[in-house]
């Protein structure tokens, strides 16, 4: 993790109300313990590091995507939301014991989808029994299933993740190697998944698919924006967890210079994030 309040501030200029579609907050562990399973524990990254740095880097809105290391106990996740309503929107980890007041509750609070893990190092594919459940469950609410997936899984899962009857949202590009370049069969999935209309990718995580400055990810995500430019978002994955290289989210924020024009910038961080997750949409 980075110092949220201390590094340089980004030589880009974020257009108003620019959203971080994914970010985490982590504890403190003293009042949100870490789940007894998990498979990593984390630095705390409590919601005043978050927010300082969403101040650092000119962020006004966020998604706080619930990660495996709390397991299906959202509440740190949940008070980040009830902090400020406006500002902040959820993405919960649940199972099958889950009630219809409970997901009533978290819509009240800001809550607009649920993920699913199915990368390996975090424990695989989940029961897809369970995973058939909760989008029972969701489903009336017009919530939406977050999936974080391993790039050499990405074909195999594709016929499910077409046939589904919610808007699916696909993390960090598919976590496809840059190095293996766009054309590799893993990411010509992934884009023909981003042509289907209920499917929605984030074109986040260039610091996991890269090796710095990043750049080499760019074609991925400017390809991705072209097959889908109304259904594509992006995060910093603050406190990015798991990750072997030191990052400044500043560098994150430059490397969106490369990413497209300054309308395709004013889609992907304010217009599309808000038709989602229920924000307020700008004139601008």
């Not at 990254?45 to 959202?74: E, Y």
């Not at 500002?87 to 607009?112: L, Y």
């Not at 424990?123 to 058939?132: E, N, Q, R, T």
């Not at 992934?190 to 760019?218: D, Y």
Request: hydrophobic residues 45%; aromatic residues 6%.
């Amino acid at each position: 993790m980075t110092g949220a309040a201390g590094g340089r501030r980004p030589n880009l200029t974020l257009p108003p109300a620019a959203c971080d579609a994914h970010c985490h907050v982590f504890g403190p562990a003293s009042l949100f313990p870490y789940a007894q399973d998990r498979r990593y524990t984390p630095e705390d990254a409590p919601k005043d590091a978050l927010m300082g740095l969403h101040d650092r880097l000119g962020l006004q809105r966020a998604v706080i995507v619930q990660a495996s290391c709390h397991g299906t106990d959202n509440r740190a996740m949940l008070d980040c939301l009830r902090h400020d309503p406006a500002r902040f929107r959820g993405v919960a980890i649940v199972d099958d014991m889950i009630t219809e007041a409970e997901v009533a509750n978290m819509h009240a609070a800001g809550v607009r989808g649920v993920r699913f893990n199915f990368v390996r190092h975090l424990g695989g594919a989940p029961d897809m029994a369970v995973f058939g459940t909760v989008l029972d469950r969701i489903t009336p609410l017009g919530w939406h299933v977050v999936l974080h997936l391993d790039a050499p899984d990405i074909a195999a899962l594709a016929p499910m993740i077409a046939d589904l009857r919610l808007t699916a949202v696909i993390d960090h590009m598919g976590r496809c190697p840059a190095a293996l370049g766009v054309e590799q069969p893993p990411f010509r999935a992934l884009l023909e998944l981003a042509r289907l209309s209920h499917v929605w990718i984030k074109v986040s995580g260039a610091e996991r698919i890269a090796e710095p400055p990043f750049t080499t990810a760019l074609p991925f995500a400017q390809a991705l924006m072209a097959a889908a430019p109304d259904r594509v978002m992006w995060g910093t994955d603050f406190p990015h967890p798991n990750l072997k290289h030191a990052i400044d989210e500043a560098d994150l924020v430059d490397l969106l210079a490369g990413y497209g024009d300054v309308a395709a910038l004013r889609r992907l961080l304010v217009h599309n994030p808000a038709r989602l997750y229920d924000f307020p949409q700008c004139e601008t």
